[in-house]
């Protein structure tokens, strides 16, 4: 009897330990599986918030986004519609002079390469005027390009375009009359003044963009004020002239080159309106 009681309390001791270890066994598998689905859980997210992270800061690399107001002048230029005068030479050989225009200087028309057409070059301390006087409306516009050639755009002192009274080329003008000129030594510095009215305008513009590559110039004229655009930034708006001022256009070319520099010019088209 007291054997059957003790094989009886070894068999129950032993189905407790063996639904013990069932159990702690059961129980670890369930904690792996809760394990592994937190986990799946947290690289989930992980990945998320990584994700999100990288696409925030690819936005934001780089230089930082600037609050600043963008201003746009426009270009408001309109050129008249009846030719006054017009000449690109391209009925001029190359090594020839220029008949269109007379000087103090020299007026040989030349190639550059990488530029189509033909151009007048620029003798230094020589001013260039047009050969027949032209008698211009009240309104009317000045274009022409201008090409300068230079390893530094510093090499050049300076360029001086604008109208006087007279059509003489007996000296040569560095400055005179309503003008603009563009201090290439300066690299930056562009001056509108009117000798007229005793009015002097300086402004900022970068003028090394342009080393061998060409500018166009755009200016109106109408009554008494002058328009100033280069390469299609209006640099001034200003009164220039006296309402009696006769007007002749000149270009000026620099006072000194070094290194091999030069500065030529083409595409003139002096137009007026039929339309007043």
């Not at 009696?244 to 595409?267: C, D, E, I, R, W």
Request: proline share 2%; aromatic share 12%.
């Amino acid at each position: 009897m007291k054997h059957k009681k003790f094989l009886f309390s070894l068999l129950t001791a032993a189905g407790l330990i063996t639904g013990l270890n069932a159990n702690a066994q059961f129980g670890s598998l369930l904690q792996k599986a809760k394990d592994k689905a937190a986990q799946k859980a947290s690289d989930a997210f992980d990945k998320k918030t990584s994700s999100s992270s990288s696409s925030s800061s690819s936005s934001t690399s780089g230089a930082p986004k600037s609050n600043k107001i963008i201003i746009n002048t426009g270009f408001d230029f309109v050129p008249g519609d009846t030719v006054l005068f017009a000449e690109d030479f391209s009925n001029v050989s190359v090594g020839s002079s220029a008949k269109t225009f007379k000087t103090n200087g020299s007026a040989t028309i030349v190639s550059a390469g990488g530029e189509s057409g033909k151009w007048l070059a620029l003798a230094d301390n020589a001013t260039y005027k047009f050969t027949k006087q032209l008698f211009y409306p009240k309104h009317f516009t000045v274009e022409f390009d201008i090409l300068a050639v230079a390893d530094k755009i510093s090499d050049i002192y300076p360029v001086t375009f604008g109208f006087v009274t007279d059509n003489s080329i007996r000296d040569y003008i560095s400055s005179g009359g309503a003008y603009v000129q563009l201090k290439y030594y300066n690299n930056d510095d562009v001056s509108v003044d009117s000798e007229f009215l005793s009015k002097y305008l300086n402004s900022t513009f970068d003028l090394t963009t342009f080393t061998n590559r060409k500018m166009h110039v755009s200016l109106v004229v109408d009554g008494d004020r002058m328009v100033v655009y280069l390469d299609q930034t209006k640099l001034a708006d200003t009164m220039a002239f006296m309402p009696t001022t006769a007007k002749n256009l000149y270009v000026s070319a620099p006072m000194q080159y070094k290194n091999g520099s030069k500065v030529l010019v083409s595409n003139f088209r002096i137009m007026g309106f039929k339309k007043v």
